[in-house]
């Protein structure tokens, strides 16, 4: 099984989405040798924010791109054809600002393209990763079980629309808090269960 797994927090040994998504990928190494993964660091090679020659790239038909627009384009393309090479997604991601982290929008930004990764057809738009899975372990500083926090969440609604755009609609959600303010017993036990619906999940693939 090829595997993309992705970590964007800006923290390092002490961030809890890495240390999540790193314990999903440890369990199953531990299961099953037969996975390859390939891993992107979005904290440390944050993708370009696009730039007017970028938009101008990706909407130029790709027989009359300039050599400009082509080297323009051609962190995304790398990124597209990562997305495209992996079945399963592992995404540790924090929430930050009740959103993804703006290194994570930057990489959608790059991901999200005409004729790559979505097409228009005679009966609308398209998605093209309709074959994939993605589990994304969002680590949260909040206890956002009552409605009053659940509905501030804009990270889950986002990640739904904008992967489903793109025709990825197969996401698990492994949602992770209080880890930060409030008391060590709910972060603990927050981790813990975290821990093992990850456990439970692997079992499943
Ligand atoms: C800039 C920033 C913004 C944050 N915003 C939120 C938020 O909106 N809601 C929330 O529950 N926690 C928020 N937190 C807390 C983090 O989501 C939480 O600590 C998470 O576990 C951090 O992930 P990490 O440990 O992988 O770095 C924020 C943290 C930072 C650094």
Redesign the pocket.
């Known amino acids: 099984m090829k595997i993309l797994h992705i970590?964007c927090?800006?923290?390092n040994e002490?961030?809890?989405?890495?240390?999540l998504s790193g314990y999903f990928l440890g369990q199953l190494r531990d299961k099953n040798s037969d996975i390859l993964v390939d891993y992107l660091d979005l904290a440390v090679t944050a993708p370009r924010h696009p730039s007017p020659l970028f938009i101008e790239g990706i909407y130029c038909p790709p027989d009359q791109r300039t050599p400009e627009m082509l080297e323009e384009l051609a962190e995304s393309d790398t990124l597209v054809d990562r997305m495209l090479d992996a079945e399963l997604y592992v995404i540790?991601?924090?929430?930050?600002?009740?959103?993804v982290?703006s290194n994570f929008k930057a990489f959608i930004d790059n991901i999200v393209r005409a004729g790559r990764t979505y097409r228009g057809t005679s009966t609308g738009i398209e998605g093209v990763l309709t074959d994939k899975r993605a589990v994304i372990i969002n680590?949260?500083?909040?206890d956002?079980s009552q409605e009053k926090?659940a509905s501030?969440d804009q990270l889950q609604p986002y990640l739904k629309t904008i992967f489903g755009f793109i025709g990825l609609t197969d996401i698990h959600f492994i949602n992770?808090?209080?880890?930060?303010?409030s008391s060590e017993e709910l972060r603990n036990k927050a981790i813990l269960n975290a821990q093992k619906e990850i456990a439970a999940m692997v079992e499943s693939l």
């Open positions: 970590d927090s800006v923290r002490e961030s809890d989405s890495r240390q540790g991601m924090p929430m930050y600002n009740f959103t982290p680590t949260r500083g909040v956002f926090m501030m992770v808090y209080p880890v930060k303010f």
